[in-house]
RNA sequence: GCCGGAGUGUUGGAAUUGGUAGACAAGGUGGACUCAAAAUCCAUUGCCCGCAAGGGCGUGCGGGUUCGAGUCCCGCCUCCGGCACCA
């Protein structure tokens, strides 16, 4: 079974699995340049060139630019021809620029679809996986897309997933890798529990089913750990879209307040409360824990309320988060049991309900109804009582008063504002030494196991001895065994595996099991950009000083769908391996643009609802270069587009006329004197360079385009009417450096056939020169009281002074003004005069 | 509910700092070429009035600031996305 890259060959050898299709579009006429024949012949070329191949080289200025790795569907789908299009125009202009550009890519290889694919056709994932893969990567080839295959990795091979086993032993030193007993999400239909970032609306994020909670012993990286950095740090962030940012923030969803202790009246027990109003702690009237809270037992064992608190928990844990969200109305019992307000003494009844979740703080809570509108709906339907604690404006006619105000019947709170009875009465509770300030966060630990086949093994081994023993370094990989039955059952098929799982003790050397789920493919693709540096190393993860040169990745490109997916879980793998020493930066990821989804008739195109419109059908009638120049110019890259059938037919028509202009089908320039359309032609060449220029810097790809098509046009007309022979070749010299990374098959075919000798690819990205992008002359608009009445053309230089008299003078603007007044001329030159008459 | 983003011709979109609204395409219409069609080329294409010259209106809605607003401010409406019984 050969890894996709093994034998670390150049990119040719894979390439022409598929057979190119024989060119059957009707063509634009006769003058049609034949795209297949000049697309295979350059996607050779490049690979054969070695330019793309790069080496860490710290004499020159380096740019990683990286696209997300693709999960090899074995189809490649618009979705991927943006994002590639996007990438490669980035290393072809970079690498222009003079950059050593690190352009990689890989396989995010491991995952269900193979493994379902098993179930229903019992051939191995492995095998499938890996013709997806050749299949994947022969058609990223037919893009003009180029990187350095030399590193390619797939997760799915053991020399990539033996640095996971790696990472998760040194997590699991550090004390970031556990197990334990918790209430986690159980996905029905794909049978294994998930992150909880995993879970959408209630949902499994890959088959939309409805999750359940179960408790079972998972393994858990501990990234709440790190929540604190990884949210101080998307300030850094500032190359990233806000609403990444912001979802993130949201994500971590940190809170300030107070943690504090309640006693149980009556009973030796307590439990503490988390709460971000520690202000209102006078308008507690109830306490209320989560039905899963451990205290409920004690609290109602062999009293009258057991019978009707237990019916309550045993509802709540078999309903879905759907169903509780879904109701509404609030529900609880009564534990028949009452804590005590520390700081009136007050008792107050306690409560079960399932709006206190069990997973965010203490599972417990103080109820404050006056201040609170939940707590609110539950006092009013259960009859308790109501206290307010700030003072509502005197119009206030809601329920529950969030707002600001003064503080009342709160003792020694009184009177003050919010922010300082809050600081008060957190003095007060560390004085007394019944609480403390608290930091609590909405994130949750990252559940990393997976009760399914087509994973990497989590390296433990239990031991009754000695517990959860890792499997030693120099043993690794623990490598993923063939099974007969690859169908889950509630645990991972490796568990039926005995040969797998009896083993022995690294320890102390007794019998012992393997741990026989698999990790959660997040954790695969949460490092990988760091292998990437060094990808085919087998005695580390990665060396260092690579990584050193290397990182951070200077653009990433990916969809939005992984703004709190993979990119939350990066950002964490690299902080984690930052203070190990070996990434040299927190953060992994400098610039990160999220790309627009493609629709069709408004919908997202997808195979079930069979709105797909194949790229590789593209490939075959309009070719790559009219593809990827039609992704380009659709639209702004950061917003979702629709799909226009006949839009490729644009850019295609497009190139066509490129083609015929510099092959002389236009006409043929003359070796003539030079005159003043000579020079205009020169000047609307530098301001095309400077427009493509600062739009790719900007990622406005949209209207880096239509400079080009403008400057097409002009060229088109410029030859017509009988162009000078240097110029015309200086500007088509320029235009096909610009097109070079948007359209690069047809740009280096005309290069060649201009009689250049150079690769376009490693020439220098031209510069402009301002003086000469100036227009020399400009339309003026000319406006009586802010409305167009008059233009003139008018030398771009003009003064103020020259561009009034000329406006005032002009026989259409005295018409206008009449016998008004003139009040106020507002000269803008070259571009508008206003008068203002009265 | 809180947070973020967006509303421009028939369509995708452009207008980067307040200064010609609609670049560039797509589609439509008319014409040239052709036996015919495709392709190509030319013209035209925001709406209304007008034979024309020209004029009026126009960037989701209502106000405001300004000589001048798609762009800035205030108040709404609609759509998209995120978070949400998170104490």
Redesign the pocket.
Known sequence: MQHPSAGGGRAGQGRNRLPRPEAPR????GS?YDFQKIEAKWQERWADSGVFEVEADPSRPKFYNLTMYPYPSGALHQGHVRNYTYGDLLTRYMTMRGYNVLSPMGWDSFGLPAENAAIATGVHPRINTEKQIARMSEQIRRLGAMYDWRREIASHHPDYYRWDQWLFLKLFERGLAYKAEAPVNWCPNDQTVLANEQV??GRCERCGHEVIRRNLSQWFFKITDYAERLLADLDQLEHWP??VR??QR??I?R?E?ALFTMQVDGLDASFDV????PDTIFGMTFAVL?PEHPLVDRLVAGTEYEAEVRAYQEKAAKESEID??A??D??GVFTGRYAVNPVNDRRVPIYIA??????????A??AVPGQ?Q?DW?FAEKYGIDIIRTVEPPADFDGKAYVGEGRVINSGFLDGLDIETAKERMIAWLEEKGIGRRQV?Y?LRDWLISRQRYWGCPIPIVHCPDCGQVPVPEDQLPVELPDVEDYAPKGRSPLAALDSFVNTTCPNCGGPAQRETDTMDTFVDSSWYFLRFTDARNQDQIFDPEKAAYWMPVDQYIGG?EH??LHLLYSRFITKVLFDMGLSPVEEPFARLFTQGMIRLGGAKMSKSKGNIVDPLDLLASHGADALRLYHL????PA????W?E??I???S??L??VWRLVTGEFGEPTDREENESDRAVISETHRAIK?VT??IE?F?F??A??AL??LV?TL?DYVRQGARRETFDYAVEKLLLLLSPMAPHIAHELWERTGHTTMLATEAWPEYDPELAKLEV??M?I?V?????D?AEVDASISADDAERLALESPRIKEWIGDGEVK?V?S?PP??V?I?VG
């Open positions: 009707v063509p634009f006429g049609m959408v609306d806000e609403r912001v979802m949201n994500w969803g809170s307040g988390f709460t971000t109003r989560a509780r969200m109701e509404g609030k529900t399932d709006y206190v979740l069990m997973g965010y703080g203490t599972g809570i103080m609170d939940r709906d609590q909405r939005i703004a709190v110019f659709m639209g702004p917003e979702d587009a629709d226009d006949h839009g037919d644009g850019t028509r497009f066509d006329r427009k600062e739009d900007r406005a949209n209207t385009v239509p098509m403008t046009n088109v400009v339309t608009v406006q009281n802010g409305k167009v009445r233009r106020k507002i803008r571009r508008l206003n203002v």
